[in-house]
């Protein structure tokens, strides 16, 4: 293990837990995180892409790796993680999981897509955060990665509960971080973009669609790995609340900090329509 490596194993082992951790962004974390030499908590609902995701780290890492399939929605604020984390010293959580359910206004979905929504982008962050924070506060040492997405910059028609979650978790992250700087915990909340994942492939996202594609030509989106992602994350955890991964989507984020926010939302919400296959609304009045 090179010295780089030794120093993040020292501040943020001995295990991390990867909630969301089986494939995609979660994947990446997972063997990028077992490459420096961390021991791993991977949690998600599929057991399947778990152990696929264990048996790949283990074949190539010399690390300890234990899977949970839990559903995050449901997680008892009490003792949800007593049997996952099973008197580990966790010193990095990285709280990756988040769904869309598709697209759609708000209230031609079921209510409960966008409460799941919820429960799953603000409430599981927030249970995870208090058991395993305040661990990390009493030992002076540790991190947080909150996962957001470019969504968090403006209310994104089509997907307007997912939006407001992911701002959730950015506003989280950034409070988070102030609090916890003063116990020597470092708190990121990585805003990623348009991400080639499998659940992306599984969803009604598509980036080669001719609207899709006019769409993200407007707001300089171009699409990342996962790897890529998750390699920026980790870069830049501890140098700040809030980074976003892509050198074109922090442009874009900066030039949509400058536009009215009614210009904000709708070039937001066209970008979700012309991702989701999905008409743009005629507005009436301003």
């Known amino acids: 293990m090179n010295h780089e490596n030794e120093r993040f194993a020292r501040k943020y082992g001995p295990w991390a837990l990867v909630a969301g951790g089986s494939e995609g962004i979660g994947r990446s974390y997972a063997l990028q995180l077992a490459s420096r030499g961390l021991n791993l908590i991977l949690v998600a609902r599929r057991q399947q892409p778990l152990d696929a995701t264990a048996r790949e780290i283990l074949e190539h890492f010399d690390v300890q790796v234990s899977t949970h399939s839990a559903d995050l929605t449901t997680l008892d604020p009490e003792h949800g ?9 966790v010193g990095l959580l990285v709280y990756n999981a988040g769904a869309t359910h598709g697209a759609g206004f708000l209230i031609d979905n079921p209510l409960r897509n966008a409460l799941g929504l919820v429960r799953l982008n603000c409430m599981g962050p927030l249970i995870l955060v208090h058991s395993l924070g305040s661990r990390m506060r009493d030992r002076g040492r540790g991190g947080i990665i909150l996962m957001s997405s470019m969504s968090a910059l403006g209310g994104g028609g089509y997907v307007a509960a997912y939006a ?14 102030w609090e916890f700087g003063a116990f020597g915990v470092d708190v990121l909340g990585l805003l990623a973009g348009a991400t080639a994942t499998p659940a992306m492939e599984r969803s009604t996202v598509r980036f080669d669609r001719a609207d899709a594609d006019v769409a993200m030509r407007k707001l300089n989106i171009v699409p990342m790995t996962p790897d890529e992602v998750v390699g920026e994350a980790l870069e830049h955890l501890g140098q700040g609340p809030i980074w976003i991964a892509g050198e ?39």
């Open 81 to 89: 993680l007593d049997e996952i984390v099973d008197g580990r010293e």
């Open 164 to 177: 407001a979650t992911k701002a959730f978790d950015r506003a989280l992250a950034e409070a988070l971080w």
């Open 248 to 286: 074109k989507n922090r442009a874009t984020a900066a030039r949509l900090s400058q536009m009215p926010r009614d210009e904000v939302v709708r070039l937001m919400g066209e970008a979700s329509a012309g991702m989701h296959g999905l008409p743009l609304p005629v507005r009436t009045g301003a």
